[in-house]
């Protein structure tokens, strides 16, 4: 049977992002003269091409892919930014940009509403989850994919948009004209109790202001009672040198180092440490970790695990152990690998990426399930484990997602239980309280049932079948209520309810009483960055 890699029911907000490091220093005089004579062929080169060529090419397309070209030469990291994406990015990692504030997604073929932000505009104008933007300043949405969707919604400041919105339940579309304004891009989409004790915190990746929405989550979920943390970064991207530092400050003691980096440049040596202030969390961390987990997330991670700080627990994770700089060109820029970083330990878990296409898509060249044996230099933590140099952050403990059969896969990728979530809450004059009392009866499986097979997502055979298995249905009753939550009173809601059947939460969530006897153990002793004899050499501090 066809099965399919269960994704995490939440909304995704794709934005570009890269580390920050040491600024490199300059050419030499002699060095940048004796390019003169490649960039003089490169302008006559370029003019023959847009004089000859059989068809007229925009120069700015020929200039941007010969930087791309010339770029690939280094490393996969190493990258030209043209100026939308440059703009793009240095917006998201400030953390805020400017719209109406709402998170879109494709429903259906169609830009949709997943929740309006709180506090923001189309919060205000009491925009819901499910309605559909049928038009932006008088440009239909049809065909029109979520970025380009995004791009028009967002503006300046100050600035107004017309849409128009259809809705469920309404006989004609709404009107609308929102004025613009500043919209946090928050990074923690998830901070909730996942039961009594223990607080979940997702981190989608590392902006300005990271560690201050980890630090200020955390103070909440303590308030309620939390006594134990599950950090999740999965498919974490990665991000800002600083919120990862400050990230992992939060649950370091002062004085601890979080990294270090070594380059070809004097001023690329950096040691990145915990500052005194501010909150330390005390209690035992447990930490989510898979494939996707890149970059800033796996300095974080690798910080905790070299000081037996917690257990980490998932798949190895993606291997990035460079950092780029981020140089300004006018107003585009650059993005230049200029130095390695090292965990604690003295480990850099950098990925060898002599093949590009199994570089950047791992996870479509090896079976996420097979075990897989540690690979490369032994380094030690705190407390004398053995961890890994090279091939990304190996987990303590591996644990897998689950896989959706493919009637199921089908059903979450025709949006079924977003769709029925809305239909369901059209008629109830309080949604929240709906949502908050909704159970799944055989009522509501029977509709579900009937509106699967109206809608043509599944064949009567098909759902039937998903009922009536054990598994199937638990699925199909988790996904109902949780998409429920998620439109009738908030994502947290709804995701909260979504975990229950995330394999992975589930087996990080037995692992907290070995997390808390690591950490005693560990305190007391600096991380010694030293390789076992096994290596041969001991290990050359950056």
Known sequence: MTV???????????????????VAGQSTQKEFAGSDKFLSRYTALLR?????????????????????GMLALLDPHTNFMRPETFAHMREHQQGAFHGIGVIISMRGGKITIITPVEGTPAARL??????????????????????EAARRLRGPEGTKVRITVSRLGLAAPLDLTIERARVPSESVRYALMINKETAYI???????????????????????????????LRDNPGGIVDSAVATASVLLDPGQEVFSTKGRTADSFQDYRVPQDGLH????VVVLV??????????????????????????????????????????????LTTAKYYTPSGRCIQRDFDSFFAYIHPRDTADPKAAQPPKGPVFLTESGRKVFGSGGITPDHEAHLGEYAERMARLVGNSAFFHFAISYLADKPDKAASARSFAVTDDVIKAFRTRVVDEKWLPAADIDAA????????????????????AGISLNEGYRAFLDTDEQVQAALTYFDEAAKLQANAKGGPVKPTQTAETGAPAARP
């Open 126 to 147: 009491g925009l819901r989850a499910g309605d559909i933007i049928e038009t932006v300043d008088g440009t239909s949405t049809e065909g029109m994919d979520i970025d």
């Open 202 to 232: 997702r981190v989608n990746d590392f902006i300005r202001s990271t560690g201050d929405e980890v630090r200020q989550a955390l103070e909440r979920l303590q308030k309620e009672g939390a006594t134990r943390l599950l950090l999740d």
């Open 290 to 335: 898979n494939r996707g987990s890149a970059s800033a997330a796996e300095i974080v991670a690798g910080a905790i695990q070299d000081h037996d700080r917690g257990i980490l627990v998932g798949e190895t994770s993606f291997g990035k152990g460079v950092v780029q700089t981020i140089y300004p060109v006018r107003d585009s820029g650059l993005a």
């Open 48 to 68: 023959l091409v847009m004089d000859n060529a059989p068809q007229k090419t925009n120069p700015a397309d020929l200039v941007y892919s010969s930087l791309d």
């Open 467 to 486: 009922l009536a298995d054990a598994t199937d249905r638990r699925e199909i009753e988790v996904s109902l209520r949780s998409e429920i939550l998620n």
């Open 4 to 22: 399919f890699r269960k994704g995490l029911l939440a909304a995704v907000v794709i934005g570009a992002g890269a580390l920050a490091g040491g």
């Open 281 to 284: 969390f005390t209690g035992p």
